[in-house]
Nanobody, 125 residues
């Protein structure tokens, strides 16, 4: 079965860190552009970060630049989002995604075709 499975979300205090993981099952991440987007209650989805398959070009949402880092481990067929210095405004459901899929959707500056089920990140004291 082809799917993306996120993990690593949770509750963290402002200033804290989390690392989200996303394992690809049933296909290889090597050939695809990857990324993360988020959606907070009552707000539009926003592309947090995305990078092309070669890794030569990476985008970050302005509000997360310098705090978040996207990466992939092709040997583990897994992508990551390291989130540091978290702020309450980062609270949202986070989804990992790739451009694999027949219908592509723009989420901010990123383009995705399929995504996982999401993991909740809550930043609160």
């Amino acid at each position: 079965q082809v799917q993306l499975v996120e993990s690593g979300g949770g509750l963290v205090q402002p200033g804290g860190s989390l690392r989200l993981s996303c394992a690809a099952r049933g296909f290889s991440l090597d050939y695809y552009n990857i990324g993360w987007f988020r959606q907070a209650p009552g707000k539009e989805r926003e592309g947090v970060s995305c990078t092309i398959s070669s890794g030569r070009s990476t985008y970050y949402l302005d509000s997360v630049k310098g705090r978040f880092t996207i990466s992939r481990d092709n040997a583990k067929n897994t992508m990551y989002l390291q989130m540091n210095n978290l702020k309450p405004d980062d609270t949202a459901v986070y989804y990992c995604a790739t451009d694999r899929g027949g219908t592509l959707t723009s989420v901010g500056a990123c383009v995705f075709g399929s995504w996982g089920q999401g993991t909740q990140v809550t930043v609160s004291s």
